[in-house]
């Protein structure tokens, strides 16, 4: 699936003194890997709540796979696309499968989880965390992992739906090296096993060179730069002398 932006404007901001996205218009193709860059108050988180229907809309439009997001079109396109939240965004106190099990409400009528969640989803929630090692921890409360078992726990969560593409708000942050690593390994993996359109906002020029393909920075709201991760710490201490 595709993601388009065409000259996309959000809401003006007070405390930025201007709009939080001004102008945006970028093309994320199906398969591609790509990273949003840029500093604190850029514009990265929004633009990639946006592409979920999370943020109001002043001016421009939003394409996924051609079809232009509005409240008609907002719940189908929903149901292709996974969220990881910036901090996971778990309920701490409830087991990790039971974490994973919520990524799937959307799919299911009020029938269906009245006396709790169907065996097959409950079969793929246990699947997901096997997948990450979390076999043995899938029926602890989530609050009592760690927190790179915790970002795992996000991850199958927002794959449980099977989406075709995969948003990652910040999924490195709070963690250590390690980690990290693991981290964006998994989503390495996802995109080049299973083909699937991941975007990840992230700080870390090293880790946006390391591992992903494509890299869309943002600085007060506007694009600056776009093309491929190579190198980007040096291009931009480049541009900083």
């Known amino acids: 699936m595709t993601i388009e932006c065409c000259n996309l404007e959000t809401a003006y901001s007070r405390s930025l003194n201007r709009p939080i996205l001004n102008g945006i218009n970028c093309q994320i193709k199906q398969g591609e890997f790509v990273a949003l860059l ?73 029938w269906q989880t009245l006396w709790g969640f169907p065996k097959k989803q409950r079969d793929r929630a246990f699947e997901l965390l096997a997948n990450f090692g979390l076999q043995d921890l899938a029926y602890q409360k989530t609050g009592q992992l760690s927190g790179g078992q915790q970002q795992k726990v996000a991850i199958a969560r927002a794959l449980i739906q099977s989406p075709q593409i995969l948003l990652a708000d910040e999924p490195t942050t709070g963690l250590d090296v390690i980690a990290a690593q ?60």
């Open 38 to 110: 840029g500093l604190n108050g850029a514009g990265k988180s929004t633009l990639l709540r946006s592409f979920v229907g999370l943020v109001p809309v002043k001016t421009g439009e939003i394409r996924i796979n051609d079809l232009v997001m509005n409240t008609r079109t907002i719940a189908r396109i929903r149901r292709d696309i996974g969220l990881i939240f910036q901090g996971g965004g778990l309920v701490k106190q409830s087991q990790a499968i039971e974490n994973v099990l919520c990524g799937c409400l959307g799919s299911l009528n009020t």
């Open 182 to 241: 693991q981290v964006m390994e998994i989503l390495a993996k996802l995109h080049s096993e299973q083909g699937m359109t991941v975007v990840v906002v992230l700080h870390d020029l090293g880790m946006a060179s390391t591992y992903l393909e494509r890299a869309i920075v943002l600085n007060a709201g506007q694009i600056i730069y776009d093309g491929k991760c190579h190198n980007l710490s040096e291009k931009f201490s480049k541009s900083k002398k």
